[in-house]
């Protein structure tokens, strides 16, 4: 394999470890902030380096119709596109199919949608989801499946949890041999048997990891954690497990619990876009009128731009205005927030402490009045 884990070390079910992938080591639990479409909303890949980002997630479905695979493996693949010389993985599109589902027809051999750009007839299968991903170049690249939405009637629930069984099986067949690493994900909603059934199944399969997907879709925390106890529980204790989707800080702190090893989200700089910054004390809003005469940091123990070189009445001030540096600024201590929070449990996890940083996580939140936190 490209890509391999090693682990270090256990702490529970926690564990650390060290990722290796084609474009560096990667320290593990870890966050990945989302490019969508090769960018990460307002941030240079040099804000991304200087806030410790390990990794990014890009979306295969999106450059496949803009610029399009083949063009950015002419101009050298998606690193060199991007600017970007750490790992990269590529999700196929089946969140896509999940949120533009009123575009979407799916069947056996795939999905036949129309393009949310051009209203443009596109047919998008297995094998071809895996064909855009080795065309790019990343580091991982994921098989195509579907996300059922939340809540869904048990028979459609098992229909796409086989199917995407089904469409895994394909992709391991043009993938195999090839240098781009490919993870199964594991499907099955809240329904724990299927959940269990479909890790079974797919780990039994050679895939370099293995991702949780149709998480984070609307159910309660209170389904979604026996759910990811259900699909961690018969995988391959060797093989990365990456937690799609899910990137708020008692999220992480509960899946890194699990035994998680990777994360993505576009939480960060969704927040930070709209003047929301993630602190021990739940989220803050930087438009809030309090903060006008705030002469100190953000957060004195944060190391990011955000915190280093401004008040935080400064950062209040650009929210405000919204001004692009207030977004730009927000987005940075968000990203960093989340890469601090899981070098901590790291730590934690390396020096045999991890339940006592996960119940000092958890107190700091349930210290706080809910309304911190919408």
């Not at 994921?142 to 459609?156: K, Q, R, T």
């Not at 992709?171 to 090839?178: G, H, Q």
């Not at 479909?198 to 759910?227: D, N, Y």
Request: hydrophobic letters at 40%; proline letters at 6%.
């Amino acid at each position: 394999m490209t890509v391999r884990l090693e682990i270090l070390a256990h702490d529970g079910t926690a564990r650390a470890g060290l990722l290796h992938t084609p474009h560096g080591t990667i320290a593990t639990p870890a966050f990945f902030p989302v490019a969508t479409q090769a960018t990460v909303k307002a941030l240079t890949i040099r804000d991304l380096e200087g806030v410790s980002a390990p990794g990014l997630l890009a979306n295969a479905f999106h450059l496949w119709q803009r610029p399009g695979h083949v063009a950015v493996q002419g101009l050298g693949g998606l690193h060199r596109f991007m600017g970007w010389n750490r790992p990269i993985v590529t999700d196929s599109g089946g969140f896509q199919v999940f949120s533009l589902a009123d575009l979407a027809d799916i069947d056996e051999d795939g999905v036949q949608f129309r393009s949310h750009l051009d209203g443009s007839a596109r047919h998008l299968t297995p094998e071809l989801a895996i064909e855009i991903q080795q065309t790019l170049g990343s580091d991982v690249a994921m098989v195509l499946d579907i996300c059922a939405a939340y809540p869904c009637p048990s028979g459609e629930l098992r229909a796409a949890a086989e199917q995407t069984q089904r469409w895994a099986e394909r992709s391991l067949r043009v993938a195999r041999d090839e240098p781009t690493d490919l993870f199964g994900i594991i499907q099955g909603g809240v329904d724990l048997g299927l959940r269990s059934w479909c890790a079974t199944e797919l780990g039994q399969m050679p895939f370099g990891g293995f991702g949780i997907g149709g998480l984070s879709v609307g159910e309660p925390r209170s389904e979604t954690w026996p759910a990811l106890e259900a699909a961690l529980g018969p995988l391959p204790a060797d093989r990365t497990r990456y937690l799609m989707g899910v990137g708020a800080p008692d999220d992480l702190v509960e899946g890194i619990a699990r035994g998680v090893d990777l994360f993505d989200c576009v939480l960060p700089t969704r927040l930070g876009r709209h003047g929301s910054v993630l602190t021990r004390a739940g989220k803050l809003n930087l438009r809030s009128r309090t903060l006008a005469s705030a002469a100190g940091p953000l957060d004195p123990a944060c190391d990011c731009l955000a915190c280093t070189g401004f008040p935080l009445a400064f950062l209040h001030y650009l929210a405000r205005l919204g001004d692009p540096l207030g977004m730009r600024l927000a987005s940075l201590h968000n990203i960093r927030f989340l890469t601090r929070l899981v070098e901590e449990a790291r730590g934690a996890i390396l020096k045999g402490q991890f339940a006592e940083f996960r119940e000092s996580q958890l107190a700091d939140d349930r210290t706080h009045h809910p309304s911190d936190h919408q």
